[in-house]
């Protein structure tokens, strides 16, 4: 069983849906989660950073961290056809575990 | 600021063979870590250097090793080439990485693609 399970997708919206991408994590040990996006033949670039449970939220962006059920969520308001990337959420114990990525289309 | 760079960007070996890979960090980061990227397993923890000493050592085999320069910049090596080897390699550079339980924000280079014939 791996670290961080994610679900591959791919998932398509249309312009203007609220997306939702999920992940579940398998340490209880994990303190620091995070979100990054990855746009084709680039690195991954760091969305959202949350420590312990609860909500962050920036701009249209919210994270989401239940650790009682070991759940990941970021949420999408409002979404774009630039937000059309691959999504990877990570978990941080002693070193860094992700996920293998959802690949998200947005839809004009 | 310049961001971390990876050198080459693309790169084609075969089997057997040995490969170096580069990775700058943006100046004044102390911390570099490698990962590699598959379709299937995603982005897995390769190691991480700070000041020049391995820090933290993901669960790769011994043909994969590293080292960090003065300068914070660092090499990947991977010898005795396998198919399976090929990847996406990705570097990642931070102020001060991963501590005792905690850590600070990676910034990705854009990776060496790597293909392995």
């Known amino acids: ?108 | 600021k310049a961001g971390v760079t990876q050198t080459p960007r693309y790169l084609i070996k075969t089997r057997g063979q040995q490969v170096t890979l580069s990775c700058s960090p943006i100046s004044g980061h102390r911390s570099v870590s490698w990962y590699q990227q598959t379709p299937g397993q995603g982005l897995q923890f390769l190691f991480e250097y700070f000041s020049e000493t391995q820090r933290n050592k993901g669960n790769f085999p011994g043909r994969f090793s590293g080292r960090q320069f003065s300068n914070s910049r660092s090499e990947m090596n991977v010898s005795t080439l396998e198919l399976g080897d090929s990847a996406l390699y990705l570097c990642a550079s931070s102020l001060l990485g991963t501590g005792t339980g905690s850590t600070d924000t990676q910034y990705f280079g854009p990776g060496t693609r790597l293909t392995v014939l």
């Open chain 1, 1 to 108: 069983q791996k670290e961080v399970e994610q679900d591959p997708g791919p998932l398509s919206v249309p312009e203007g849906a609220i997306v939702s991408l999920n992940c579940t994590y398998s340490n209880s040990a994990f303190q620091y989660f995070m979100w990054y996006r990855q746009y084709s033949r680039k690195g991954p670039e760091l969305l959202m950073y949350t420590y312990s449970s609860g909500n962050k939220e920036d701009g249209r962006f919210t994270a989401q961290v239940d650790k009682s059920s070991k759940y990941i969520s970021l949420f999408i308001r409002d979404s774009q056809p630039s937000d059309s990337a691959t999504y990877l959420c990570a978990a941080f114990g002693n070193q860094f575990y992700f996920g293998t990525g959802t690949s998200l289309t947005v839809i004009p």
